[in-house]
């Protein structure tokens, strides 16, 4: 398989798509999420390291 094939194949299968969002997933919660977790990161690294 060739590149330009390869990525002819790769744009019908995404004109296919009604708009790419799945119904269940509220790009408000998903991000909301994303940042409570990065955050619940940042607490975590900051309480090991305390020695400085």
Do not use: C, Y
Not at 16 to 25: D, I, V, Y
Not at 31 to 40: D, H, K, P, V
Not at 43 to 51: G, M
């Amino acid at each position: 398989m060739s590149l330009h094939s390869t990525a002819a194949q790769l744009v019908t299968l995404a004109a296919e798509e009604k708009g790419g969002n799945h119904e269940s997933l509220d790009p408000l919660v998903t991000g909301g999420g994303a940042f409570l977790i990065l955050l619940l990161l940042l607490w975590i690294t900051t309480r090991f390291n305390r020695d400085r």
